[in-house]
């Protein structure tokens, strides 16, 4: 059984949950391994130099060690992610919205319009570390990778409200921002993170379909347990994305 490496955020709890849970039905044909970047020992995860940006040092050691031992025949990326949400998920003192250039998209009333390439460059300067991170992980790693997207944001604000995780305190004092702007936020997040990964020739694995209702929302079965992320459920969607591809390059 060949191996697969994951290195993530806490995005990537879910797919190794949903992963542990696939591997003891034997349903998987590979064996995954994680590395949780949240870990207290890889903070900060790049610093600036002289020289210009270097990944942690015992990151850098924990993922050369794994390649060695491992050999893993691709490196799941899900570094960062929430991007969308620290950006959207609360509203804005000054609410604002955009209009997709490559979609339908309505605008919430009484909000600024804001031009959709300024959020997309604000977007991208906040995505900076997740980024950096790819780049420098890449320059000393020949082994084919694959970027899994994020979750999509949830619609509903009731179910928000009733998870709301870290940002309790801010949408007790702001609310909760509309779910059609959460949802474009979430888009141009991903084609963010999908052009950056072309530029290093990884392919971008897109939220599991099966997990969005029409619109593209979360559905309520694949909620995790805070307005940001997915559940074992979730996990499990994202593994059989991971196992479909997997099968097919073998063949």
Not at 119 to 143: G, K, N
Not at 151 to 179: N, Q, V, W, Y
Not at 194 to 221: H, T, V, W, Y
Request: charged residues 20%.
């Amino acid at each position: 059984m060949q191996n697969l490496l994951a290195i993530g955020s806490s995005h990537l709890y879910a797919i190794l949950v949903g992963y542990e849970q696939l591997a003891k039905a034997k349903v998987v044909p590979f064996k995954l391994t994680g590395i949780q970047l949240n870990s207290t020992r890889f903070a900060p995860l790049t610093t600036k130099t002289p020289g210009g940006v270097q990944l942690n040092q015992n990151l850098r050691a924990e993922i050369e060690a794994l390649l060695r031992t491992l050999d893993p025949a691709y490196i799941l990326y899900s570094p960062g992610g929430n991007v969308h949400n620290v950006i959207g998920l609360v509203e804005h003192p000054k609410p604002f919205d955009f209009y997709l250039p490559h979609a339908h998209s309505p605008s919430a009333e009484n909000s600024q319009i804001l031009p959709y390439e300024l959020v997309r460059a604000v977007i991208r300067e906040r995505s900076r570390p997740a980024i950096a991170l790819l780049q420098l992980i890449e320059c000393f790693s020949e082994t084919p990778a694959l970027y899994i997207s994020s979750p999509p944001p949830i619609r509903s604000e009731e179910l928000i409200k009733a998870r709301p995780g870290a940002f309790r305190d801010a949408i007790a004092t702001h609310g909760i921002a509309p779910a059609t702007l959460r949802l474009k936020l979430w888009d141009v997040s991903c084609r963010v993170m999908q052009a950056e990964c072309s530029k290093l020739n990884i392919p971008f694995l897109d939220a599991p379909r099966e997990s969005m209702d029409q619109e593209g929302f979360l559905l309520e079965s694949y909620h995790g347990s805070d307005p940001t992320h997915g559940n074992a459920a979730y996990g499990k969607l994202v593994v059989h994305q991971i196992v479909d591809r997997w099968q097919t390059e073998t063949r």
